[in-house]
Nanobody
Framework: QVQLVESGGALVQPGESLRLSCAAS????????MNWYRQAPGKQRELVAVITSDGSTNYANFVKGRFTLSRDNAANTGYLQMNSLKPDDTAVYYCNADIILVSGEHLDCWGQGTQVTVSS
């Protein structure tokens, strides 16, 4: 019914940048919050950043000043711009969205994840 697809993950060197995308498709009426999580090997999944439907953002302390969220509501797409990447940022990044369908159904959706590796 609804799909979230992340893209943009890659292998980069410390200090470089990446932009992740999260595209939602399906019978979508609106998307409330779009959240980014990450999970490093052997660690629990952690919240990275949140952007609400009105564009308000909130970031985990470990990415503040380096990562920036944005979204294109018309395209049902969110973006995570990641600058000054560090090896500790290496993880699978997941998009999560709070979606209202045209039918009125409310869904909590997850993407499949995209791998970000920061290494020299």
């Amino acid at each position: 019914q609804v799909q979230l697809v992340e893209s943009g993950g890659a292998l980069v060197q410390p200090g470089e940048s990446l932009r992740l995308s999260c595209a939602a498709s399906g019978n979508i009426l609106s998307i409330y919050a779009m959240n980014w999580y990450r999970q490093a090997p052997g660690k629990q999944r952690e919240l990275v950043a949140v952007i609400t439907s009105d564009g308000s953002t909130n970031y985990a302390n470990f990415v503040k000043g380096r990562f920036t969220l944005s979204r294109d509501n018309a395209a049902n797409t969110g973006y995570l711009q990641m600058n000054s990447l560090k090896p500790d940022d290496t993880a699978v990044y997941y998009c999560n969205a709070d979606i209202i369908l045209v039918s009125g159904e409310h869904l909590d959706c997850w993407g499949q994840g995209t791998q970000v590796t920061v290494s020299s």
